[in-house]
């Protein structure tokens, strides 16, 4: 993936503003991890509890097949924190080019 940024001419080398933005993108990347992982770990307790995995539970609390525990309210919140985290890191990695 090439991805090209325009910076206004400030008096700063190319190699120093790239330097920054890798830093920048490295630590964003740090962040999103740390995130992704406390969802992920929240959706292992309650797969852990319920005996199912998280894909399987949002596919039946969507359809309307579980009820409206309070857990599954919040379990539906974690799974949706981790996707979307799981999405951005994703797609930092790759900005980044690191491996898996």
């Known amino acids: 993936m090439n991805v090209q940024i325009q ?4 008096g700063f ?13 490295r630590q964003e990347l740090e962040q ?3 995130r992704r992982d406390h969802f992920a770990a929240a959706c292992r307790r309650f797969e852990l509890m319920y005996g199912m995995d998280s894909d399987a539970f949002l596919e039946k609390f969507e359809a309307g097949e579980l009820g409206d525990d309070a857990d599954f309210f919040d379990w539906f919140a974690a799974k949706r924190g981790y996707d979307l985290w799981e999405k ?3 797609i930092l990695r790759e ?4 491996s898996a």
């Open 13 to 25: 080398s190319d190699d120093e503003v790239k330097k920054t933005i890798d830093y920048a993108l």
């Open 7 to 10: 910076f206004p001419k400030t």
């Open 88 to 90: 951005r890191y994703q």
């Open 95 to 98: 900005l980044v080019g690191e």
């Open 32 to 34: 999103t991890r740390l």
